[in-house]
């Protein structure tokens, strides 16, 4: 939320369930300086609920509703209730679906739809804690140490996310950008860890553009903008779906043996709605 370019991020931790040891996971969008701005830099959540409860922080002001009723929601469904039964569309809702509910060990944190704090399992943490969502709200001023030398140094930092070529590269076809290069140096797995070739070209970000309607947009402050939304044909309707970011092209793509973009799309939706890490879930299938 200050004057630093791309610096909207917030970091979950805990013990993670996958591996049992320290376990940190991050996600961006709208949600970190939502949280900044209803006036805690972290949110320290201790103990277990008796039943399913969401927490609200709303300019400073904390309490602890009930969530039974929507207790077994998918992310989104859960993102819509909060804001209606709190009767306001500018909450920030960071939530679980079914995957924490039911301590998938690979569960994801979903904020702003399709922003997630995949990685460690920390979802089914909050899954434990019967934490089926938090939701923020705030406009409170951002307090600064040095705010003349935090403008000069967000200034220089920002020509210089401006300047590379790679930044063109991820404001035009997002972090699908990264599929072909990554496989020419052998960096991008397929067939289960098996191979490092395939027939890249089909998964591009170019190649998802010339597919479907791709719509861009960024995390709050970010001056790159990497961050993509599809229309989408799923069960007859048009749907608008997340990315897919290139992890999970990469998981659900050649790690699979998958080549095309349609049952990439639909898995990374899918998983979204569950609250489940792409990646993972991705390896685990190519397994």
Same mark, same amino acid.
């Given at each position: 939320?200050?004057?630093?370019?791309?610096?909207?991020?917030?970091?979950?931790?805990?013990?993670?369930?996958?591996?049992?040891?320290?376990?940190?996971?991050?996600?961006?969008?709208?949600?970190?300086?939502?949280?900044?701005?209803?006036?805690?830099?972290?949110?320290?959540?201790?103990?277990? !609920?008796?039943?399913?409860?969401?927490?609200?922080?709303?300019?400073?002001?904390?309490?602890?509703?009930?969530?039974?009723?929507?207790?077994?929601?998918?992310?989104?469904?859960?993102? *819509?209730?909060?804001?209606?039964?709190?009767?306001?569309?500018?909450?920030?809702?960071? &939530?679980?679906?079914?995957?924490?509910?039911?301590?998938?060990?690979?569960?994801?944190?979903?904020?702003?739809?399709?922003?997630?704090?995949? @990685?460690?399992?920390?979802?089914?943490?909050?899954?434990?804690?019967?934490?089926?969502?938090? !939701?923020?709200?705030?406009?409170? $001023?951002?307090?600064?140490?040095?705010?003349?030398?935090? @403008?000069?140094?967000?200034?220089?930092?920002?020509?210089?996310?401006?300047?590379?070529?790679?930044?063109?590269?991820?404001?035009?076809?997002? /972090?699908?950008?990264? *599929?072909?290069?990554?496989?020419?140096?052998?960096?991008? $797995? !397929?067939?289960?860890?098996?191979? /490092?070739?395939?027939?890249?070209?089909?998964? /591009?970000?170019?190649?998802?553009?010339?597919?479907?309607?791709?719509?861009?947009?960024?995390?709050?402050? &970010?001056?790159?903008?990497?961050? @993509?939304? *599809?229309?989408?044909?799923?069960?007859?309707?048009?749907?608008?779906?997340?990315?897919?970011?290139?992890?999970?092209?990469?998981?659900?793509? $050649?790690?699979?043996?998958?080549?095309?973009?349609? $049952?990439?799309?639909?898995?990374?939706?899918?998983?979204?709605?569950?609250?489940?890490?792409?990646?993972?879930?991705?390896?685990?299938?190519?397994?």
């Amino acid at each position: 939320g200050t004057m630093t370019p791309s610096s909207s991020r917030y970091c979950v931790t805990g013990i993670s369930p996958l591996t049992g040891i320290w376990g940190e996971s991050t996600s961006g969008g709208f949600f970190p300086i939502a949280l900044k701005k209803c006036g805690y830099d972290a949110i320290v959540v201790t103990g277990e !609920a008796d039943k399913p409860k969401f927490i609200v922080i709303d300019n400073g002001k904390i309490e602890i509703n009930d969530a039974d009723s929507i207790w077994g929601k998918n992310t989104r469904e859960t993102i *819509t209730s909060v804001r209606a039964l709190l009767n306001d569309e500018k909450f920030r809702v960071a &939530c679980i679906g079914k995957g924490g509910e039911n301590l998938v060990k690979y569960a994801a944190i979903i904020n702003d739809e399709g922003r997630a704090a995949g @990685r460690c399992g920390l979802g089914a943490v909050m899954g434990k804690k019967k934490l089926k969502a938090i !939701a923020i709200k705030g406009n409170q $001023p951002i307090e600064y140490f040095d705010k003349e030398e935090l @403008r000069i140094q967000g200034k220089d930092t920002l020509g210089k996310i401006l300047i590379p070529f790679a930044t063109n590269l991820f404001a035009h076809y997002g /972090t699908l950008i990264y *599929t072909d290069m990554g496989m020419v140096i052998g960096d991008v $797995p !397929a067939n289960y860890f098996t191979s /490092t070739e395939f027939i890249a070209e089909n998964l /591009t970000g170019r190649a998802l553009k010339e597919q479907y309607v791709v719509l861009k947009y960024a995390c709050s402050g &970010c001056a790159i903008g990497c961050g @993509r939304k *599809t229309l989408f044909e799923m069960d007859g309707k048009e749907i608008e779906v997340d990315g897919p970011e290139y992890e999970t092209a990469a998981a659900f793509g $050649p790690m699979c043996g998958v080549l095309n973009f349609e $049952p990439i799309i639909k898995a990374n939706h899918m998983c979204n709605l569950d609250g489940v890490d792409t990646i993972s879930s991705g390896v685990s299938i190519s397994f």
